[in-house]
């Protein structure tokens, strides 16, 4: 995943850094599938840099990331349910369940 290819979306006036809810460690897994923990950790950081210096931040939803299945992943649903905080934080619709 390189989020160069993810399009940006302006953070609205008035949201800070203290507005964001803080990523307090995911549960990861080694035997179930899971996320990349070097693409969610860069996201995030992306994410805060962006209202950090008032620039428009990654779309949330269109990211994809990488899976694993045998080595150390975070557990998508911790960070799903973390990405639909930080999405409305930030003013961006949450990624829509999957069906």
């Known amino acids: 995943m390189s989020t160069e290819d993810i399009p940006t979306v302006p953070v609205p006036e008035g949201v800070n ?3 964001l809810p ?3 460690g995911f549960p ?3 035997v179930r ?3 990349n923990t070097e693409q969610v950790d ?3 950081e992306e994410v ?3 209202v950090r210096h008032g620039q428009p931040a990654p779309e949330i939803a269109s990211v994809k990331f990488e899976g694993t299945l045998l080595g150390q992943g975070y557990r998508e649903d911790s960070v799903d349910d973390y990405l639909d ?3 409305t934080a930030i003013g961006q619709e949450t990624t829509p369940d999957a069906t």
Do not use: C, K, N, V
């Open 17 to 19: 850094e203290g507005d």
């Open 22 to 24: 803080t990523p307090d």
């Open 28 to 30: 990861t897994t080694r």
């Open 33 to 35: 599938r899971g996320y």
């Open 42 to 44: 860069g996201l995030i």
């Open 48 to 50: 805060f840099d962006a």
């Open 85 to 87: 905080e930080l999405s």
